[in-house]
């Protein structure tokens, strides 16, 4: 089962759901919004992922700018880092797509075709 998080505003999640359809993979759509993961999940996938916890932000967000993040996470704790994640879906990288076996944050099409993705055949 794949799962897409992402935001129906976003044109990188709208690239990343064109690429799924055109490689076949089925997916759900959860509007990160509304359903956006709670602290505990975002440990578990990052976890799973590798990745660094930073990567999980969405830098480019304009809440992210409003809230002088590039400066403040510095300093933060990864317990505070999780807490201000899990308060707001907007400051999540996205799409942000969980499978069984693994957690990508962002769409990088290069990633995704050399192996990153784990459903495609």
Request: hydrophobic share 35%; charged share 30%.
């Amino acid at each position: 089962m794949v799962k897409v998080y992402c935001d129906s505003e976003c044109s990188t999640c709208r690239k990343a759901l064109n690429w799924l359809d055109e490689n076949r993979i089925d997916y759900t759509v959860i509007d990160i919004r509304e359903n956006h993961p709670d602290e505990w999940t975002l440990r578990r996938w990052r976890k799973k992922s590798g990745l660094p916890l930073q990567r999980f932000f969405n830098t480019s967000s304009r809440r992210y700018r409003e809230m002088g993040l590039s400066k403040k996470l510095q300093g933060m704790s990864e317990k505070e880092m999780y807490k201000l994640l899990a308060s707001d879906g907007m400051l999540v990288s996205r799409p942000l797509v969980v499978t069984d076996h693994s957690v990508l944050a962002g769409f990088r099409e290069a990633e995704w075709m050399n192996g990153e993705f784990d459903y495609l055949s």
